[in-house]
Protein backbone atom coordinates (compact mmCIF):
# COMPACT_ATOMS: atom_id res chain seq x y z
CA UNK A 1 0.00 0.00 0.00
CA UNK A 2 1.19 3.37 -1.01
CA UNK A 3 0.10 6.84 0.44
CA UNK A 4 -0.74 9.52 -1.97
CA UNK A 5 -0.11 13.25 -1.12
CA UNK A 6 -2.76 15.75 -2.64
CA UNK A 7 -0.55 16.59 -5.79
CA UNK A 8 -0.72 13.09 -6.75
CA UNK A 9 -4.22 12.54 -6.20
CA UNK A 10 -4.62 15.34 -8.37
CA UNK A 11 -3.01 13.92 -11.01
CA UNK A 12 -4.14 10.48 -11.01
CA UNK A 13 -7.68 11.76 -10.95
CA UNK A 14 -7.39 15.05 -12.83
CA UNK A 15 -9.20 17.00 -10.53
CA UNK A 16 -8.26 20.39 -8.81
CA UNK A 17 -8.06 20.11 -4.83
CA UNK A 18 -11.17 22.59 -4.54
CA UNK A 19 -13.02 19.56 -6.65
CA UNK A 20 -11.40 17.01 -4.42
CA UNK A 21 -12.35 18.55 -0.76
CA UNK A 22 -15.48 19.28 -2.00
CA UNK A 23 -16.68 15.47 -3.48
CA UNK A 24 -15.17 14.33 0.19
CA UNK A 25 -17.53 16.70 1.59
CA UNK A 26 -20.32 15.05 0.14
CA UNK A 27 -18.97 11.51 0.55
CA UNK A 28 -18.56 11.13 -3.27
CA UNK A 29 -14.53 10.47 -2.87
CA UNK A 30 -12.52 8.58 -0.20
CA UNK A 31 -11.78 10.82 2.61
CA UNK A 32 -8.60 11.44 3.30
CA UNK A 33 -5.72 9.97 5.97
CA UNK A 34 -4.41 12.22 8.36
CA UNK A 35 -1.14 11.36 8.39
CA UNK A 36 0.22 14.36 11.03
CA UNK A 37 -1.48 17.33 12.54
CA UNK A 38 -0.88 19.35 9.29
CA UNK A 39 -0.46 16.42 6.51
CA UNK A 40 -2.99 14.34 4.81
CA UNK A 41 -2.87 11.48 2.07
CA UNK A 42 -5.20 9.12 0.64
CA UNK A 43 -4.46 5.17 0.48
CA UNK A 44 -3.66 4.59 -3.20
CA UNK A 45 -5.80 1.80 -2.96
CA UNK A 46 -8.76 3.42 -2.33
CA UNK A 47 -7.64 6.15 -5.32
CA UNK A 48 -7.71 3.25 -7.62
CA UNK A 49 -10.90 1.54 -6.67
CA UNK A 50 -12.43 5.14 -7.27
CA UNK A 51 -11.32 5.65 -10.51
CA UNK A 52 -12.41 2.18 -11.49
CA UNK A 53 -15.78 2.81 -9.88
CA UNK A 54 -16.16 6.48 -12.56
CA UNK A 55 -14.94 4.08 -15.73
CA UNK A 56 -17.22 1.60 -15.14
CA UNK A 57 -19.78 4.25 -14.66
CA UNK A 58 -19.10 6.10 -17.45
CA UNK A 59 -18.73 3.12 -19.76
CA UNK A 60 -22.46 1.80 -18.00
CA UNK A 61 -23.93 5.60 -19.29
CA UNK A 62 -22.20 5.23 -23.08
CA UNK A 63 -23.71 1.31 -23.22
CA UNK A 64 -27.39 3.28 -22.83
Do not use: C
Not at 22 to 40: D, E, H, M, S, W
Request: zero cysteines; a positive charge; glycine letters at 4%.
Amino acid sequence: MHILRLPEVSQATGLSRSTIYRLVQTGNFPPPLKLTARTIGWHSTDIDTWIAARAATSKDKADD
